[in-house]
């Protein structure tokens, strides 16, 4: 679904940031990228849509090479989550999840549908919460609105940022059970960056373990916790 082959990074202030990836993250697979602060865990995210573009080597999304794909056309397939997610503050919680659907021409009774199952999914009745605006929520509903924003544009590949990383210790975690759970149904193919491995150990299919923009190790959980 995704790979990266020989990729390297240097940005324009001399920085390296990434030496040489190959990577490979199979459809439907949530794969974690874990290190520590500056080891490069972004900028590969990054250039999956092409907010950072590599200085050498090849990405390819379902075979084809992204440099490619005009980036607007990229990521309209690309969901994007991030710490703070940024829901348009003057527009209903239905109102920010539909952006998408409705620029696709997905039809209004479909996508409606679509955002209460989801909304469901994480715990947040539809008839309370979907016409309330973002700031009569708590973060945590938030992060799981963005989830949901994420999803309702069907795109087929993920991307999070720490998503829920500026969450306390208790609705992190709510948001990790129900980020399994909404996986189990909709099987996206996720690439999750995060500096926590019981998060990572947790959610991932599969971990990819940076340091020092190089991959060291990349397994499964279980695998890995086996591992001296
Ligand atoms: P590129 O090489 O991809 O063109 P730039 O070097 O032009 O990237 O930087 C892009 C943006 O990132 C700029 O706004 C810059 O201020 C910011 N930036 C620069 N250095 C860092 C850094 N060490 N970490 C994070 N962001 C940075
Ligand atoms: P991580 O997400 O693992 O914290 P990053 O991918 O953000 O790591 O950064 C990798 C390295 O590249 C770091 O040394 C960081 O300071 C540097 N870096 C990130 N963005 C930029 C930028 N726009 N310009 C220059 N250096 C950058």
Redesign the pocket.
Known sequence: MIQFINVS?R???G????NDIDLEIKAGELVT?I????????????MINRL?EPTSGQILIEGKDISRINPVELRRNIGYVIQHIGLFPHMTIKENVAVVPKLKGVHRSSYERRIDELMEMVGLNPDQYRDRYPAELSGGQQQRIGVIRALAAEPSIILM?EPFSALDPISREQLQDELIRLQEEVKKTIVF?S?DMDEALKIADRIVI?QS?EIVQMDTPDRILRRP
């Open positions: 990074k940005y324009n202030d920085t390296s940031a990434l990228l290190g520590p602060s500056g080891c490069g865990k972004t900028t590969t995210m990054k950072v940022d960056v500096h940076m923009g």
